[in-house]
Nanobody
Framework: QVQLVESGGGLVEPGGSLRLSCAAS????????MTWYRQAPGKQRELVAG???????NYADSVKGRFTISRDNAKKTVYLQMNSLKPEDTAVYYC???????????WGQGTQVTVSS
């Protein structure tokens, strides 16, 4: 199974920025669809942003214009640049690796993002 390791979470004030990273252990990272999800306390896990093998992206309405997903296939890493953070962005953020068909193959362990003054 592919291992995913997230990093970059932390505590930030409202309006601040963070960049999350997710490094994959597979040598064929380039063929996979990568997606960021988040789960806030007491809520269901929700999709935040995704990027296909071809670089096509999609975002949740709540983060459009503030978050940017990108990937570096040479480094086998996907990023989530988060700007203009709000308290409602507080959650554990998870990285997911999957097929273009939508089948999920692997999850990261999660990284905590807390937006608070």
């Amino acid at each position: 199974q592919v291992q995913l390791v997230e990093s970059g979470g932390g505590l930030v004030e409202p309006g601040g920025s963070l960049r999350l990273s997710c490094a994959a252990s597979t040598s064929i990272f380039r063929i996979y669809t990568m997606t960021w999800y988040r789960q806030a306390p007491g809520k269901q896990r929700e999709l935040v942003a995704g990027i296909t093998d071809g670089g096509r992206t999609n975002y949740a309405d709540s983060v459009k214009g503030r978050f940017t997903i990108s990937r570096d296939n040479a480094k086998k890493t996907v990023y989530l640049q988060m700007n203009s953070l709000k308290p409602e962005d507080t959650a554990v953020y998870y990285c997911n690796l999957g097929l273009p068909t939508g089948k999920s193959l692997s999850w990261g362990q999660g990284t905590q993002v807390t937006v608070s003054s």
